[in-house]
């Protein structure tokens, strides 16, 4: 162990798990925060050497509870991945507000909640902030209004953190995601979606949870001392072929 100590929220599986697990293999003290207690409890059992920590991020008492058992356990804080989030998609009409503020309150709320209340921590360590967006948050297409907002939001809040902590040393960085083949993405992604992605995205295919794990450290660690306020695509070059996929256009036609 080399001393460093990095809180991953949202680290019960996926993108999540994958970095915690690196960070794990660099050397550092990890902190799992989930509210999902099944699948952490989970992921815990085989990672002994991990505080898994079973709470909720769009709650500002259990936020601050995350950070205090952080620092019992680890005396200092020296990255936050904020990676929690959730995805509901459907038309702009069928968007209720319960369902703007389900996907704002973890999305938003959280990042800043968290990002808030580490801030203290991460001025000590001269520490590090990686909040986890989407190409969603860069580029619009159909059903996403609530999602893709929420994203965009994540990748302005980054900048603001950034400009603003850069006085203390703090870097504040954003990676946003393409396709990733993660369970959950090919549980709900049709084989045409998953056609249509391979043909839009320049690499031909869906990155890794690996893949992104490797950019999330890299932001955090020393390795990236001089980088702050930026946002990286991390999209197999997604983001520069243009707008949207014709499956799930076709899909939103379907369901009108």
Known sequence: MNGH????????RGIGLATADLFHELGWRVVLVDRDSEELDFAATQRPEALALTLDISDPEQVDEMVSRT???????????????????GPIESCDFAMWRRVMATNLDGIFLCSQACTS?????????????????????TLRVAYGTSKAAVIQLTKQYAAELGDFGVRVNCVAPGPVRTKL???????????????AVPLNRYGTE?????????????????????????????????????????????RA
Not at 5 to 12: D, H, L, P, Q, S
Not at 71 to 89: C, H, K, P, S, T
Not at 192 to 197: G, M, S, V
Request: net charge negative; charged share 15%.
């Open 5 to 12: 100590c990095a809180i991953v929220t949202g680290a019960a």
């Open 71 to 89: 620092l019992d356990w680890a005396g200092r804080i020296d990255a936050l991945v904020n990676n929690a989030g959730v995805a509901e998609f």
């Open 121 to 141: 921590a991460l001025k000590e360590t001269q520490g590090s902030i990686v909040n986890i967006s989407s190409i969603s948050g860069l580029r619009a297409s």
């Open 185 to 199: 993405a090919m549980a709900v992604h049709t084989q045409e979606i998953i056609d249509a992605y391979h043909d």
């Open 210 to 254: 690996r893949e992104l794990a490797e950019a999330i450290v890299f932001l955090a660690s020393p390795n990236a001392s001089y980088i702050t306020g930026q946002v990286l695509a991390v999209d197999g070059g997604f983001d520069s072929t243009g707008v949207g996929l014709p499956a799930l256009r076709a899909a939103h036609a379907a």
